[in-house]
């Protein structure tokens, strides 16, 4: 049997209710909502600095060298501009593959999007 739940611990009849949760905690359900949470990783992956991204950090220092030049002392002025622009270019990327797919799909945008994209 568990202590008090003032001490710290929890008592059993709150550990029961809490697994009973669990079992119903699954994730989404319907199409809609699978769709919905299946885009959170990148929505929140765009807003990861581009410095935490492993796969980014090495192509910021390569981009803040040949931005520095010879002058290794703007280095640390020339890594926030690296970053910027790698981070630019992954949001242009994404845009554009949002601008494909809405053009493919027979969404609502579909229209605005062939519309903007002869203009």
Known sequence: MSAPVGRGLMSDRKRQANRKNAR???GPRSASGKE???RNALKHGLTVPVLRDPLLAPEVASLARRIAGAREELIDLATP???AQLHLLRV???RSELIDQALRDDSPLSGLMR???TA
């Open 24 to 26: 119903r905690s699954t």
């Open 36 to 38: 919905r949470s299946a």
């Open 81 to 83: 501009v690296a970053e």
């Open 92 to 94: 242009r990327r994404r």
């Open 115 to 117: 519309g903007l994209s």
